[in-house]
């Protein structure tokens, strides 16, 4: 099976432009989360979909949305980009339905560089 | 904010050499897993340990659990220098036990030697 697949993996903007990564899960997986990384504030739980629907959110400003697809791609989109957006974005999906069991597969990620 | 701290911080050792972190959670948790990321790169799933396991082993991985005192170990035995990498702790701080939010210590940075 292919792992999960994150584009584009680099990615450069400035202040004010706003941005979509985009997130293809493994075959099978219904549940896609986004995480930000950064070497302050760590791993940072953004949302997670499952479904199509938004099950899960974190504690992050309405400028970070996200959306999924029937075929459970994914999109997290950052508009109106402050500085501070500079970071790892992880995408990470799993079956989402198997109680006891919520193992991540992580993507490599997109490194989101904000001038 | 984050919900387990780790320590230590960074760890550097010689290969061959036993690693031992250490991660501490806040809230309840319906298990903890472990996860590896080399430099900047995704983070890798190692093992899961549910709230009424005390210890776990998976190949030259041995974690422990004990939620008396909100807190985890994972044992690398006989590091090589493959194993140098970050590793964190990751709970469901309570929630659904298949949710994909997942609550992240700050990890511990590993350098094995050769």
């Known amino acids: 099976k292919a792992g999960v697949t994150q584009t584009p993996r680099y990615l450069i903007k400035t202040r004010g432009q706003q941005v979509t990564l985009s997130c293809s899960p493994i075959?099978?997986?219904?549940?896609v989360s986004w995480y930000q990384q950064t070497p302050g504030q760590g791993l940072q739980f953004l949302f997670e979909?499952?479904?199509?629907?938004?099950?899960n959110k974190g504690n992050f400003p309405g400028r970070f949305s996200g959306r999924q697809f029937s075929n459970s791609r994914s999109e997290m989109n950052v508009s109106t980009l402050e500085l501070g957006d500079s970071a790892l974005y992880l995408c990470?999906?799993?079956?989402?339905?198997?109680?006891?069991?919520?193992?991540?597969?992580f993507g490599a990620g997109t490194r989101l560089s904000v001038l | 904010s984050q919900q387990g701290e780790e320590d230590p911080q960074a760890l550097s050792i010689q290969e061959g050499e036993n690693a031992t972190m250490n991660c501490s959670y806040k809230?309840?948790?319906?298990?903890l897993q472990w996860y590896r990321q080399n430099s900047g790169r995704g983070l890798v799933h190692l093992i899961l340990?549910?709230?009424?396991?005390r210890e776990k082993h998976s190949g030259r991985l041995r974690v422990t659990l004990d939620t008396s005192k909100k807190s985890s170990s994972l044992l690398i035995t006989a590091s090589r220098a493959a194993d140098t990498a970050s590793y964190f702790c990751?709970?469901?701080?309570?929630?659904?036990?298949?949710?994909?939010?997942?609550?992240f210590g700050q990890g511990t940075t590993l350098q094995v030697k050769p």
């Open positions: 990470a999906s799993s079956l989402g339905w198997e109680i006891g069991s919520n193992i991540q597969y």
């Open positions: 075959s099978g997986h219904r549940s």
């Open positions: 809230t309840s948790i319906n298990n």
């Open positions: 990751a709970t469901d701080a309570g929630g659904s036990s298949n949710t994909g939010k997942l609550i």
């Open positions: 340990i549910r709230s009424n396991e």
């Open positions: 979909y499952f479904s199509e629907t938004q099950r």
